[in-house]
């Protein structure tokens, strides 16, 4: 009976033990702002059958979608209201803008749009009610338009030249960030959308780009090869306080927030292909998410 008793006093010494254990990891974890287990879908496109399609991805165990079959090359994927992701096709003979159901389904050509002319990065305003996109108009020359999410009543929003690329909304609508070689070298700027007003936010003579601005408003990420090879980099909304989320080797880019701004998605190439990987927004926690001889590329996140 006595050693019945200690064996049951071991059992419960150990329950207390792992319990507390077990609180302290997830006080830890929940102290970093980060939470255990991230959700959401991840919309991609990737070359796995030839040509470009969009695809995507769930963190709570759905399977890899294809949503999209057919001959021209689809990408760009981006979120749409009312259920819907949109993305950029050449289908026609020029780049143009469509949406779908989040299945796949139902897909259309977007607003009123110039057949002769090219249509890319789009992205729509927190609100919903705006989208913005780039319009090639040669090899040397792109700007930014913005119209209601019909298509209608477009502006141009920047008229420098060069190339202006990748915009991404400010989350209060107010201002839109995006990579431009305006100044010969490809850097990161924020325009105003109601004035036009002008911010160079990074200056050196490398490449950056694919700026993405964090759901809180306090952060922009971007991607750089100014240490000699692609990193994921963040910093704050007016350009200081530069570091690097990612570092190896290895090509890392396209980097994507996650609707609550804890995690970010983004490209690697470290096993020899592209392929989609995760971290929290510390640069910790790494997962790699897709793992195929295909090209996995310009991920975003969503809900």
């Not at 959401?40 to 990737?46: P, V």
Request: overall charge negative; some cysteine; hydrophobic content about 35%.
């Amino acid at each position: 009976m006595g050693f019945k008793k200690l064996d049951l006093m071991g059992v419960v010494a150990f329950l207390v033990f792992f319990m507390t254990t077990l609180s302290c990891s997830l006080f830890s974890s929940k102290s970093l702002g980060i939470p255990l287990r991230p959700s959401g879908n991840i919309y991609f496109t990737s070359d796995e059958t030839g040509n470009f399609e969009i695809y995507s991805i769930g963190l709570n165990g759905n399977p890899r979608l294809k949503l999209t079959n057919n001959t021209s090359d689809d990408s760009s994927p981006f979120y749409m209201p009312n259920n819907r992701i949109g993305y950029v096709s050449d289908k026609s003979g020029n780049y143009q803008i469509y949406s779908m159901a989040l299945d796949g389904t139902d897909r259309a050509l977007w607003g009123k749009v110039d057949n002769e002319q090219d249509y890319f990065s789009p992205s729509v305003s927190p609100d919903g009610t705006q989208i913005v996109y780039t319009v090639q108009t040669d090899e040397k020359n792109s700007n930014l338009y913005i119209s209601d999410l019909d298509g209608k009543a477009v502006e141009q929003l920047s008229h420098v030249w060069g190339m202006d690329w990748d915009p991404s909304w400010s989350p209060d609508g107010t201002k839109v960030v995006y990579a431009s070689n305006s100044d010969s070298d490809w850097d990161i700027y924020v325009i105003n959308v109601v004035d036009g007003d002008i911010t160079q936010l990074t200056f050196n003579s490398y490449i950056d780009g694919r700026p993405c601005w964090s759901p809180d408003g306090s952060k922009i990420l971007f991607d750089s090869d100014r240490d000699g090879d692609w990193e994921i980099y963040v910093m704050d909304v007016d350009g200081e306080n530069v570091r690097a989320i990612t570092e190896n080797s290895a090509g890392d880019w396209d980097p994507s927030w996650s609707p609550d701004g804890k995690w970010i998605v983004y490209i690697s190439n470290r096993d020899g292909d592209d392929e989609i990987f995760i971290v929290d927004a510390n640069g910790e926690n790494q997962m790699k998410l897709t793992n195929n001889i295909a090209q996995d590329r310009v991920p975003i996140w969503m809900p």
